[in-house]
């Protein structure tokens, strides 16, 4: 059975103060959350400590990083391993999300280190792919998809992976890609999966207004979201979806 998962990515966004009074708003909202549905929040690696305290009694929300590194441990001025992940009670990881990619350096080769260190340290990442305008413009989105897939996934354990299907005109656009569209890419991309229960995203511009047309899709799985997980209103209502009941 493929999970429901549910994720926020903060980005660089929130001190402490700010973490704990979002998660003051956002945990009552959770009062009649369905129990299948997993619920991510990924914070700033400042905000662990304080998030993680903030929902030590919630067991429907886990506390994901952003990031991580490759190595154990070494002279690698400013990056954080798994294991101090692990250490501090961490579950999961954003790995290889376009804005790595594009800003700081991240290609295929170090995010699939990245995706093994994570899963050797006993965290779940959350391996972000898709395509730039260009690209899909060129009419190349699936073969840039699969590639990503392909050179990412080497040496992977598709038993513990997330993956989030991120068109990367999509995201802070406020152009949301199509969800019939995000529903094809995402069966795609199961096809080349080599595990039936990897749970897979889309994330692009989710909002409370469109997330349940997204979540009505039958091949995706859940949503990674950027801006709109910041309000404790807008996220708790995107968690909370209804999937419409035909007539
Ligand atoms: P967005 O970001 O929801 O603000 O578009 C999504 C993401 O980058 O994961």
Redesign the pocket.
């Known amino acids: 059975m493929r999970q429901i998962v549910l994720a926020g ?1 903060w ?1 660089m966004h929130k001190t402490q103060a700010e973490t704990r009074e979002f998660f003051a708003g956002f945990l009552p909202q959770l009062a009649s959350l369905d129990p299948a549905r997993q619920v991510i929040l990924c914070v700033p690696f400042t905000d662990l400590a304080a998030a993680l305290e903030a929902t030590a009694n919630t067991a429907a929300v886990s506390i994901g990083a952003q990031n991580v590194h490759w190595e154990e441990q070494g002279a690698f001025t400013g990056e954080i391993s798994a294991a101090m992940l692990k250490e501090l009670g961490i579950a999961y990881a954003i790995v290889g ?3 790595r990619r594009e800003y700081f350096g991240d290609t295929d080769q170090t995010v699939n280190q990245r995706l093994r260190a994570a899963q050797s340290s006993g965290l779940t990442p959350i391996l ?1 792919v898709g395509e730039s305008k260009a690209t899909r413009d060129a009419g190349e989105t699936e073969a840039w998809i699969f590639r990503q897939l392909q050179q990412d996934l080497v040496g992977v354990d598709q038993s513990n992976l997330i993956v ?1 299907y ?1 068109p990367i005109w ?4 406020g152009a949301t890609c199509e969800a019939a569209e995000a529903n094809r890419i995402i069966g795609l991309i199961r096809g080349k999966l080599n595990h039936p229960d990897v749970p897979i995203q889309y ?4 909002k409370p207004g469109n997330i349940d047309e997204i979540m009505a899709q039958p091949e995706i799985d859940g949503v ?6 910041l309000t404790p209103d807008g996220f708790a209502r995107i968690v909370n979806y209804q999937i419409p009941v035909e007539a």
């Open positions: 990515n980005k999300h376009s804005e972000c989030a991120e999509a995201i802070g656009t994330g692009g511009s989710v990674l979201v950027g801006g709109a997980s």
